[in-house]
């Protein structure tokens, strides 16, 4: 397996084999010990599961790889950040279209980055405005509480009782 010179550098800095901080990642961003151990450990497809799972064991158990995991996990969470935080916040498609516009003012006049930020917010205005209009198609029927305050329902009684009217009649 080929692995870079950043990646080697940053195992001998952890004191780790390659093959650890490698087996350390994967598990760091949500794979099971097993598939792991298998991605970072190509040459011991002929081992049996039980060789297999040895030598995995041997290797997990280590506090030293252990904490290698939670280092790893830090890592990683620093970069991309918290995805849970409450930090972050939905916001319309009016404010995105307001944000592209200062952003394209703050570009120079007759620049490339500013008439491609002009066309992303016509994009946004025009898909705002074809959602508005499919908003507009759909009927909207409210049902009351009750069925007795429900003018379908008192109109279907009326109709039920002119047809036992019609048919007394007959």
Not at 20 to 42: C, K, R, T, V
């Amino acid at each position: 397996m080929e692995l870079s010179t950043s990646f080697k550098k940053i195992a001998k800095q952890f004191g780790a084999s390659e093959q650890q901080l490698l087996m350390a990642d994967l598990i760091a961003i949500g794979y099971s010990e097993n598939d792991a151990f298998n991605i970072a450990h190509p040459e011991n497809i002929t081992y049996t599961i039980q060789q297999n799972n040895n030598l995995r064991q041997n290797i997990v158990k280590t506090q030293k790889f252990r904490s290698l995991v939670a280092e790893r996990k830090d890592v990683i969470r620093n970069r991309i950040g918290d995805p849970t935080s409450e930090d972050i916040q939905l916001i319309g498609t009016d404010e995105v279209a307001k944000e592209i516009l200062r952003s394209a003012y703050g570009q120079p006049s007759g620049s490339k980055e500013r008439a491609d930020l002009m066309a992303k917010y016509q994009e946004i205005v025009k898909k705002n405005e074809q959602s508005d209009e499919n908003k507009e198609q759909f009927l909207m029927f409210y049902f009351p509480v009750c069925c007795d305050k429900c003018p379908l329902m008192t109109e279907y009684k009326e109709k039920k009782k002119d047809e036992r009217l019609e048919r007394k009649q007959e």
